[in-house]
């Protein structure tokens, strides 16, 4: 159980992240979210007299023989969507030398994708995952469904810490059975196996879109000399020589790799994506992710 003076942290959290997360969806992204990622499709609204210039093949044949006059059929986009946020909670997440770890930008960046949807009356939901399922919390809307997905997102406790995406990709196809907006938000720390197959499984199903946070540190191996690293996720301990050129260089060839790796999946995919790091500003990036959808 947490203590009041925690308690009274995460409320803190919790408000400064709606705070700066509303101001962007409501200032910076409610144009450009609502143009990149339409509705579901065109709903009958009613029926209309026909005026010159209408489509023919919008009459409806039924009202016109009832009423012996040719009337139209006229149809709306149904805007509402429903948004699920597929979030990392893994113990690589959990890291972060810079401005923040990578698990309060996913937070940060889930919130602010949350409140650009309910702006557009969309409902939002989110899969917190691991090498299993963590936690789901249903699609709903409104501002009070928000602010309890962000006090989760900054507060929840995961069961385990290694990493599958596999794990939230299959369930996702499982649970949610018309397609949704689906915003996969990952370190991608499982760097060895090509997600290329599950993300085009997910991506005919919903409208997926990856989202990689990193951290600068952690793509060049600092010079301390024998230094003790721990695995986050696998427990794994292993003393590195960090002044060795050859080990540097090694570490270095092997982060441009596991980056190559995720770019190219996502396009084998065709998944869009975006990578942010933890002492950038994400709005550009969002931004231009927004820019891009067609």
Known sequence: MKSKQEATELLKKVRRIEIKARGLSEQ?????????????GMAFSEVRNYQIGDDVRDIDWNVTARYAHPFVKVFEEERELTVMLLVDMTGSTDFGTRV???????????????????QNNDKVGAIFFT???ELFIPARSGRKHILYLIRELLS???QRRATDLNVPLKYLNQLIKRRCTAFLISDFYQWDVDYSLPLS???????LIAIRTFDEGARTLPSLGLAHFLDAETGEERW??????RIARAWAEQVAEQE??????????????????????????LSKLFGRRP
């Open 28 to 40: 910076v992204f409610a144009g450009q979210y609502q143009s990149a990622f339409r509705g579901r």
């Open 100 to 118: 923040e770890t990578k698990r309060e930008l996913n937070a940060e960046i889930a919130a602010t994708l949350a409140f650009s949807a309910i």
């Open 131 to 133: 090498d299993q399922i």
């Open 156 to 158: 929840f406790e995961p």
């Open 201 to 207: 499984l997910s991506a005919r199903r919903h409208d």
């Open 240 to 245: 590195i020589d960090t002044s060795s050129r």
């Open 260 to 285: 190559a790796r995720f770019h190219n999946s996502c396009l084998r995919a065709g998944v869009d994506h975006i990578a942010v790091a933890t002492n950038e500003d994400y709005v550009p990036a």
